[in-house]
């Protein structure tokens, strides 16, 4: 038991990534943490020895979550508080502090679907097959909200508005007989 307590003290800080990615603020993802643990120490005899910790404990998360806002019925758009994303401390210059901001102000427009695919994939470095396990949604689905997601993401971070596509720079053409004459 006091191993399976260890792994579960070591998926802390995934966790309360997460947490803030559902939540949108330190205090909720948190508090979503401390359910989210104290569900899984009552359901520990249910954890599969072999599986993935930290996917068992996501699903239990985002299944609380949803729960949660099922009740409430504020299922919607979180704002994202933009310190709760900081991975850890480093020395930072200002270049990267601005990168930073703008690209945590930027995901809090997304949808949060969107968002919670690309903290799943991108930050928590799970596959799409994990990611579609987490959030009960199909493979292709994942994919697709995926490249919305970074699309719309650099999009916004380049200025572009949702209208506007993102076009590739286009690779200089070889002259043709056409153009020649």
């Given at each position: 038991?006091?191993?399976?307590?260890?792994?579960?003290?070591?998926?802390?800080?995934?966790?309360?990534?997460?947490?803030?990615?559902?939540?949108?603020?330190?205090?909720?993802?948190?508090?979503?943490?401390?359910?989210?643990?104290?569900?899984?120490?009552?359901?520990?005899?249910?954890?599969?020895?072999?599986?993935?910790?930290?996917?068992?404990?996501?699903?239990?998360?985002?299944?609380?979550?949803?729960?949660?806002?099922?009740?409430?019925?504020?299922?919607?758009?979180?704002?994202?508080?933009?310190?709760?994303?900081?991975?850890?401390?480093?020395?930072?210059?200002?270049?990267?502090?601005?990168?930073?901001?703008?690209l945590v102000t930027q995901m809090a427009r997304l949808k949060p679907e969107y968002r919670e695919l690309l903290v799943l994939v991108g930050?928590?470095?799970?596959?799409?097959?994990?990611?579609?396990?987490?959030?009960?949604?199909?493979?292709?689905?994942?994919?697709?909200?995926?490249?919305?997601?970074?699309?719309?993401?650099?999009?916004?971070?380049?200025?572009?508005?949702?209208?506007?596509?993102?076009?590739?720079a286009e690779p200089p053409r070889a002259p043709t007989e056409d153009r020649l004459s």
């Amino acid at each position: 038991m006091s191993q399976n307590l260890d792994d579960l003290v070591a998926e802390i800080a995934p966790l309360r990534r997460y947490g803030r990615s559902l939540a949108g603020s330190r205090a909720a993802a948190d508090d979503l943490v401390q359910d989210t643990l104290e569900r899984a120490i009552q359901k520990i005899h249910l954890f599969q020895p072999g599986t993935k910790l930290r996917l068992w404990l996501f699903t239990i998360m985002r299944n609380i979550f949803l729960d949660h806002y099922r009740k409430s019925r504020r299922f919607g758009l979180v704002p994202l508080d933009a310190a709760a994303l900081e991975v850890g401390p480093r020395p930072a210059d200002q270049l990267d502090r601005l990168v930073h901001r703008d690209l945590v102000t930027q995901m809090a427009r997304l949808k949060p679907e969107y968002r919670e695919l690309l903290v799943l994939v991108g930050l928590e470095g799970m596959s799409y097959q994990q990611a579609a396990a987490i959030t009960g949604v199909p493979l292709g689905t994942v994919r697709s909200r995926l490249f919305r997601a970074r699309n719309l993401l650099l999009g916004q971070l380049e200025g572009r508005t949702a209208a506007e596509p993102h076009r590739a720079a286009e690779p200089p053409r070889a002259p043709t007989e056409d153009r020649l004459s």
